[in-house]
């Protein structure tokens, strides 16, 4: 599989290889900024390398033991607070339960952390969404800072101020909209991200471009944006979906392009064969499929998304089984509301349009495009 231009680009600018070292040293010290206006709070988000950060009151980092490993001593050479802990929860998406936020509780009240603490979320989406959880309800609330760690959390999790946990009944169906102080997005943590879980977080930018900026899709598509100014152009764009609608009651919605069908994909393989972005690309594929037969996109604009979404090196193919079944599994989305069906679509590439309730036909249709043993 080809690697992608932007992803190769950032690498080696990162390890300072030839050519891209004055690339990397012109950007160094270089902080981008952008804003969130939600209706509940206003915070700035911070792109470059990270900053001394300063805090009153005691402190506790929360991160996992691969992130801590990784990572810990470069944010505690920038940190000072009055007492600095560090709470460790388990890694992964299984530990994102009552029992993380439990015990995660009890060290908070271990170190007497009080109203005047400040929680520092320092992982991926997991870390980041258990922590904004956390200093939701303990003691009605505390600060919190969001150090996201993964390419995801960069440009997804880490804005907007969702919080929350899984349980039996399904994903982040436990949480509250409590948004950050501010956030800090440093790509230094980027260097030791597995591949795959860089090209996952591709998928999220890619999303962005072909719902709201055809000019920021082209230039990831001629490999013309570093990593940091693609960063910066996902978040403002999701920033800008916040302010305008910061509990999903409209256009926050159109995030969701490629998961309604991507959600099915990750809950057919039952979370374990695929990572959330390359659900999500596979379930963009199809997005486009079912565009087209509603006459908003043409098969080469599709080609255009789903060549880059490879060259990222991203799968844009799940062979589906059984079409009727895989429809049946849209319902069990808790975003279909009441049977209420509604997909994201793209009209061209750089607008967006809001389907409910296609007809069934049609929604099938597009599934059986997807043949088993076509491709794969
Ligand atoms: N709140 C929101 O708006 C929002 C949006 C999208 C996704 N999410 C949530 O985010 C979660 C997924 O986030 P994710 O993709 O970051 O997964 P993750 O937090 O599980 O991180 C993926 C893996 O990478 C490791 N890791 C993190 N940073 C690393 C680094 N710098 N180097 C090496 N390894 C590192 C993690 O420990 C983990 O093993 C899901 O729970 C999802 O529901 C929330
Ligand atoms: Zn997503």
Known sequence: MEKGRV?????RAQRGENGKRGE???GKGKILRVDVEALSKKYPIFIGELPKIELKGKVAVITNPKVGGLHLSYLLQRLKGDEVYIVTLPDGEEYKNWESIQYGLDRLFDHKLDRNSTLIAFGGGVIGDMTGFLASIFLRGIKFIQIPTTLLAMVDSSVGGKTGINNRFGKNLVGSFYQPEVV??????????????????MAEII???????RDFFEKIERGSISIEEAIKRAVELKAWVVSEDEKERGVRSVLNYGHTFGHVIENLTNYRKYLHGEAVAMGIAMANRLAEKMGLLTREEGERIENLLRREGLPTYFPVEDPEEFYSHFFLDKKASQNRLKFILPDGIGKFKIVENPPKGVVIETLEEFPKGAKG
């Open 7 to 11: 992803n190769r680009k950032s690498q």
């Open 24 to 26: 990397k040293e012109k």
């Open 184 to 201: 800090y997005i440093d790509t230094h943590f980027l260097q030791t991200l597995p591949p795959r879980e860089f090209r996952a977080g």
């Open 207 to 213: 999303k962005m471009a072909v719902m709201f900026d």
